[in-house]
Antibody, heavy 118, light 109 residues
């Protein structure tokens, strides 16, 4: 079945780095744009980044631009989020989501939790 | 992009209908018909319930419908059921960005 599974979350000190991964299965991964979306504790959804189906174009929210990098490996059906210079306000559940050609984000992973704390 | 504006909470009794608004600008909601809505139950991932303003993905109840006027999109839920109690988020998107609303907590009384 169509599925996204995130991994790589954990507790990290401010200023350090973390890399999240999202493994896709059940669909032709190379045909889809992919997003990362996060949700701070008790807060709403915040879009983080998108990468196009072929990996050639990436776009970021202003809050993470210059610190986060999204990448896509179509040979391994994975999308990753490299997070550098982490701050306390990056603490959140991070979801990867599939961009539906028809519109919206139609498949979501279960999320992975990132906590930035000293 | 600034977050889209949604009411913090709405409520209704079983069987009633409710509407959740989502207000943006001419640069997002008003400029494109690329508005989607998501339902999120506590501790769960969001679920797409409407895309491109009023289209429902396969399997989503026809009790959910959408509309848009100017810079404001709306989610309508008819025949409220207990299972509809959740947080609802709107989103405006393009191929290079997305922005979400602050979310609306729906309580079924």
């Amino acid at each position: 079945q169509v599925q996204l599974v995130e991994s790589g979350g954990g507790v990290v000190q401010p200023g350090r780095s973390l890399r999240l991964s999202c493994a896709a299965s059940g669909f032709i991964f190379s045909s889809y744009n992919m997003h990362w979306v996060r949700q701070a504790p008790g807060r709403g959804l915040e879009w983080v980044a998108i990468i196009w189906y072929d990996g050639r174009n990436q776009y970021y929210a202003e809050s993470v631009k210059g610190r986060f990098t999204i990448s896509k490996d179509n040979s391994k059906d994975t999308v990753s989020l490299q997070m550098n210079g982490l701050r306390a306000d990056d603490t959140a559940v991070y979801y990867c989501a599939r961009d539906a050609p028809s519109g919206g984000m139609d498949v979501w992973g279960q999320g992975t939790t990132v906590t930035v704390s000293s | 992009q600034s977050a889209l504006t949604q009411p913090a909470s709405v409520s209704g009794s079983p069987g009633q209908s409710i509407t959740i608004s989502c207000t943006g600008t001419s640069s997002d909601v008003g400029g494109y018909d690329f508005v989607s809505w998501y339902q999120q139950h506590p501790g769960k991932a969001p679920k797409l319930i409407l895309y491109d303003v009023y289209n429902r993905p396969s399997g989503v109840s026809n009790r959910f419908s959408g509309s848009k006027s100017g810079n404001t999109a709306s989610l309508h839920i008819s025949g409220l059921q207990a299972e509809d109690e959740a947080d609802y988020y709107c989103s405006s998107y393009t191929s290079s960005s997305a922005v979400f609303g602050g979310g609306t907590k729906l309580t079924v009384l």
